[in-house]
């Protein structure tokens, strides 16, 4: 099953969101339209208005040269003018509160855009990381299977040269069925690799890691129940290739209490697989966004552009939660979503990360 689990997972689906931004898009643009509407006709009222009082004043100059018979008509002018007065301040009036009303209403539209953006990226961020989880867990079950496989324990036990020959043949026939991995190893207590599942393009039979966190960490595990998960790094021994390292310890007569002989570390082909799960996460063209898996450290371990990954680190305004998003100065979009975990992974600590350009 573990292999059939190998990244390579549909794409994760955004459709409701294209509908979101098109909705947000129509009321934006039909709001300007009713602003527009109102500014152009509270201008033609202005206009009307202001034509209304020359013609008042016009008239009340000539109400005054008729002297005492045009008395009656200076009334009637002066009221023509006061309406228009009242009309021009009613058009004001209109103009100003109109406008704010519609200003407030595109603030509000965009408020909500912008946070309906953001709740879909962070949904988009617990998906990837989801995805990661959930294959990583089939890691360490693999990893507790094949350390009780009695080829390797045998060889644990005692690495004659007919038991290296055989545990190197069945690792690789484990290699043939898992493609995910770049070689398993089967390592003495003392650190030295007694043997590897792809010694023909590998040669590290004699290598010894004694030195690396995630021997160490093997070495002290209590049972064989209990594995390690170790952070994303380049290996040397491999090429330099990017991997996540899992490892069990190998117990005699493969029981889970037994006395530790030995531990087997499998180097998960970290890059590619990684890379299948940023880059099949559907965002916009639009929302120019770049998806990230980020570690406990910040540090860059997948990228949707391929770069900056396991030097760059990136700064997140977590604020105390596992999940949200954020607007920095520049106006660009960050959301992320810490690892659930899954089953009996509890995850290391990693993040989903998506950031959007303005």
């Known amino acids: 099953m573990s292999a059939a689990l190998g990244l390579k997972a549909k794409p994760i689906a955004t459709e409701p969101a294209d509908d979101d ?18 500014v152009d006709k509270t201008k033609s009222i202005q206009q009307i208005t202001n034509q209304m009082k020359m013609l008042a004043l016009n008239a009340l100059i000539e109400s005054s040269r008729a002297g005492a018979q045009g008395a009656g008509f200076a009334v009637v002018a002066q009221e023509v ?28 539209i965009d408020r909500m855009s912008q946070r309906s953006r953001g709740e879909r990226m962070v949904d988009l961020s617990l998906n990837a990381i989801e995805l990661i989880d959930r294959n990583l867990y089939e890691r360490t079950c693999d990893v507790r299977w094949w350390a009780t496989d009695s ?35 089967l390592c003495d207590l003392d650190g030295n690799v007694i043997a590897n599942g792809r010694a023909d393009r590998f040669r590290v039979v004699g290598q010894n890691v004694a030195h690396t966190k995630w021997f160490r960490d093997a070495r002290s595990l209590r049972s064989g129940d209990d594995y390690v998960a170790g952070d994303v790094e380049n290996q040397p021994l491999l090429g330099n290739a990017q991997v996540a390292t899992y490892c069990a310890s190998v117990r005699a007569g493969g029981q889970a209490h037994g006395a530790p002989i030995g531990v087997l570390a499998i180097h998960f082909d970290w890059e590619p697989q990684a890379r299948a799960i940023v880059q099949g996460v559907r965002v916009g063209d639009s929302d120019k966004a770049r998806v990230l898996l980020v570690d406990s450290n910040f540090r860059v371990i997948a990228a949707s552009d391929g ?52």
Not at 21 to 34: P, Y
Not at 81 to 101: C, D, H, N, P
Not at 155 to 178: F, K
Not at 321 to 341: D, I, K, N, W
């Open 21 to 38: 931004s098109d909705v947000s898009a129509l009321i934006n643009r039909l709001t300007a339209e009713v602003n527009q509407i109102a």
């Open 81 to 108: 003018r006061g309406v228009g007065q009242q009309v021009e301040t009613i058009a004001r009036e209109l103009e100003t509160q109109l406008t704010k009303r519609t200003g407030d209403l595109v603030a509000s």
């Open 151 to 185: 080829a390797v324990v045998d060889c644990a036990a005692s690495s004659n040269a007919a038991a290296v020959s055989h545990a190197s043949q069945r690792l690789g026939v484990i290699l043939g069925a898992y493609t995910v991995y770049l070689d398993l190893w």
């Open 307 to 358: 770069q900056g990954i396991l030097s760059e680190r990136i700064s997140l305004s977590l604020n105390g939660q596992r999940s949200g998003f954020y607007q920095e100065r520049t106006g660009t979009l960050v959301a992320f979503h810490a690892t659930p975990g899954y089953e009996t992974y509890r995850g290391l600590g990693w993040y989903g990360v998506i950031v959007c350009g303005s």
